[in-house]
């Protein structure tokens, strides 16, 4: 190799140093994953998260940028060593952040990279990021789109932003429920606000005729507030899950997914619910979904005010980071095996007028 061809492909690699932090900060995932080889690897430990594969990639960045209130990366160039058609190198970052769940801080860290030579030109085969120094000090500044948004008393799509350290826990105010309880309106659902979970028992009792086939989800708030066992044990309806319980899973698992797909009603909550008036519910196995997206007639959820989130990649942060955890120890404890997210559900708006009511309460239950 000439000293020319070593000139050209230090130029090349130390551009496509800086085509990653460009990617990064323009939040251009599908150009950050272009950047890596197909069976290429993006590690970091201290999150930790190891992607491999451009799909991974491409996924993995999504999910880290939904965290995101600002980020701010600058990377200095270091060290390339070639050898023919691959290199190793390192890369020198600091880094200012805040999430919007209000962690923060800045940090300086070091890429460790190999690249490799493409027909698609230099593109790196691992980068493996190393934190070398973190201070998780408050920021004193702010991300100036912030700034404007707090001065005009909300965020530019008109969603509240948390709180700095505000927590998934933490019951909404009156204001962001009504803000809620509006968007859901404007979809198409039937949205009221009350007080708690024995204002909604109440409320449940008047929605449901007698008789009527209900399914209730296996929900958290349903159990405490004692609306599970109001539609299951009273012998007022014709409950679903009483008669799921009784079949042989083995050789009626046809007759087990005819009841749960069209009941006259199902009753739920969700893991979450947007200022932007979509819910969000998950499943391990699926099987009560197909009733809330649309095969019940009726569908009413109880929705504990912990559950509002700005936006819905919040949502399924939530999902992933309160919800399933809290939910996997249940289902331990419960039935012996872990859960997972296998099935998610958005309902951004509904498109039968009079099919589904929303209870918000302004207490928190459930999880």
Known sequence: MNDFQAIADRVEIEALRGEFTDAVMMRDRPR?????????????????????????ILAGGE?????WDFFVQNTHPGSIHLDGDTATGRAYVQELARTLDGRQGLNYAVYHDRYRRTEEGWRFAERLYEVRYLDT?????????????DAQGGARDGAARPAPGASFTEPATDERLERVAAALRAGGFAAEILDDAAEARVRVKDLLPEG????????????????????????RYDAVRPRIL????????????????????????VAAV??????????GSGSQLPANAGGAA??????????????????????????????????????????????????????RPGRATVLLLREAIGY
């Open 137 to 149: 000090s408050p920021l004193a500044g702010a991300a100036p789109g912030a700034a404007r948004d």
């Open 63 to 67: 999910r880290l940028q939904s965290q």
């Open 32 to 56: 950050l994953a272009s950047l890596f080889t197909p069976d290429g690897v993006l590690r970091m430990p201290n999150i930790p998260a190891v992607h491999i594969g451009r799909e991974e």
């Open 212 to 235: 009527a086939v209900v399914l209730t989800g296996a929900s958290e708030t349903l159990r405490l507030s004692g609306i599970d066992e109001d539609i299951n044990d009273s012998g």
């Open 274 to 283: 947007t200022e932007t008036g979509s819910l969000v519910l998950a499943s």
């Open 246 to 269: 009784a079949i042989d899973r083995a050789t009626g698992a046809d007759e087990i997914r005819r009841l749960v797909a069209v009941p006259d009603y199902v009753v739920n909550s």
């Open 298 to 351: 009726h569908a009413v959820w109880i929705v504990g005010a912990q559950k509002v989130v700005p936006d819905l990649s919040t949502a399924l942060r939530r999902l992933e980071e309160h919800v399933l955890p809290l939910e996997d120890a249940r289902a331990r404890r419960v039935y012996g095996v872990p859960s997972a997210v296998n099935r998610l559900l958005v309902l951004n708006a509904e498109p």
